[in-house]
C-alpha cells in the first residue's frame, strides 16, 4: 500500500475526517466498543456520487478499503486500520411509494429510519429487530426479523440495488440487471460493491399490533422450551417468535424486583389483526406460571425500538452463532445447562424461529441459502467498558462453550452473526460449498481484486480454477 500524499479526494463533496480532526474518534467508533482501529481517513459520502469518487481515490492511491452502513457488526468490519472508511452515515434517506408498495432506502439508513417513514403509510418490511441496526450490513446478509414469515427475509423483499463497483463504477442490480450480482447481493455480504440505494418491497403491516415478551424463570426452561416447539408447529406465519435466555432486562413494564432475574421469555410479534393476534399467542402466555407478561396491542414502531437499549452503542460484545434444525430434547438440555452460566447479567441467547415464507423460498433463490433449518441462534457475551478484561474473558469463554456444546447439533451458520477472529473459518460454512463457489465466481466477475474484503470474505474464484 502507497500512503497518500493528499487526504483531498477528487470529485469528493462530503467530509473527509483525519486522525487530527475533531470527531475522528466519534467517527471511528462502531457499536461494538471492543472494537478500537484507527483508519487514515473517513470519507463521509453525502450521496451516490461520493462513494464512486471515494472508491476510485481508494483504487489509486491502494488503499485499504472498509465500508460503513450502520456500523453496527459485531466484528467491527466497518472500519479498518490504516485505510480509508467509505462511511455511508450521512445517506439516510427513505422514500416511499405508497402506490407502488416500496421504499427507495439509502445505504447508510439504520432499520429505525425505514421503520419510521414506511409506518407512516401502515406499511413496513422485514428488517431487523434492534431499530439502531444498519439496512446496508443486515440486508445484505440475508435479514432476518419479526416479519420473515409472512413476508420472506429482507433479500426476499429486495428488488434492486444501486452498486459502486471496485472499478468505481455505478451500476444497478436486479432480477434484469446484472442478474448474477443481484443474486450474490441477496446474502453474500458487502463483498460486490458499495450499495449506495435499496430498492424493497413493503406490505400492510399494523400501524398496532400485538406483540411483547413473556419471561419465565429460569429453572422452568426445559418445560418452556419442550412446550414452545409443540406451539410454534402451526403457527401461522404472521406470528414471528424470538427466544431470549438470559436475565430480564429493566424494561417498562417490569418491575423493580425483577430486573436482571434470570430468565427465559418468548417474545412475540403478530402482522395481524390485533385480535388474530391475541388468539394466537394465547396459549403460550397462558403456559406454566410467567414472571411478567407484556404482551399487548402495540404500535410495530415502538415494538422494533423495544429492546434497543437492552444492547445499546459502546458496551462490549462478542458473538457465537448457529443454525439449528430443530429443538430435539438433547439440544434443549444444552441450552438449559449453558444458558444461565455467563456472569455478565447482560449476557443472553437469542433464538429465532425461522420457516413460513423463509423455507418456501427455493433453497437457491438467494445466496442466503440456510432456508430449511427451524431455528436460527446467537450466543451473545456482553460486558460493559468499565468492567476490566476478567469479564471479558468470562464472557467470551461462556459464549464459546456454549456453541462448542451445540456445535454437533450445529446445521449451518447465518453469516451477519460471524463474530471476528476465530469465525472467519466459517463464512463457507454460512452458505455451504454450493452458494459460495457460485458466490466466488461473482465475486471474481466484479472484484477480482478483493478491494472488499473487510468483511465476511469471500476470495474471488474464476470458473476456470
Ligand atoms: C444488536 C444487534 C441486533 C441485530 N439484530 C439483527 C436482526 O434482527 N436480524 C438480522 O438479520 N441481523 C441482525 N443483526 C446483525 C446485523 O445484520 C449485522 O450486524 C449487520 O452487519 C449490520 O449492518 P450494518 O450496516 O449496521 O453493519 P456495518 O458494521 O456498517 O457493516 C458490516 C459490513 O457490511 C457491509 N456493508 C454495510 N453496509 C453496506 C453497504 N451499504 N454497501 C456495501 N456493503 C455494506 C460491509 O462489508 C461492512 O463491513 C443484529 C446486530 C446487532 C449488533
Redesign the pocket.
Known sequence: MTAPTTTRIPAFRGDVITPDRNGYDDARA???GNVDRRPRLIARCNGTADVAAAVRFARDCDLEV?????????A???VCDDGIVID?SAMRAVTVDPLERTARVQ??A?WGDVDHETQAYGLATTG???SH??????S??????WLMRKHGL?VDNLVEAEVITAEGDIIRASANDHPDLFWALRGG???F????LFRFTLHPVGPTITAGPVFWAAEDTTDVLRFYREFVTDAPDELGNVIRLGTIPPLPGVSDELHFRPAIAVASCYAGPVEDGERAIRALREFGRPLVDLVGPTLYVDHQGGIDDT?PHGWH?YWKATNLTYLPDEVIDIIAEHAYDAISPRSYAAI?HMGGAVARAPRYATAYSSRDVEYNMSIDAVWLPQQDDTVGTTETTWARKFLAALQPHGAGV?V??LDCDDDLSRVREAYGDDAYWRLAEVKAKYDPENV?H??KNIQPRSPAQ
Open positions: 462502531v457499536w461494538n472498509a465500508v460503513r452502513g450502520g456500523g453496527h457488526n459485531v467491527g468490519t466497518a455511508l445505504g447508510g439504520l431487523g429487530i434492534v441496526t444498519g439496512v446496508g450490513g443486515l445484505l446478509g440475508g435479514g432476518i426479523g429482507t455480504g458487502g463483498n460493491g458499495v450499495v449506495s444492547v460484545y429465532f447465518y451477519n452473526f472488499f473487510n468483511n
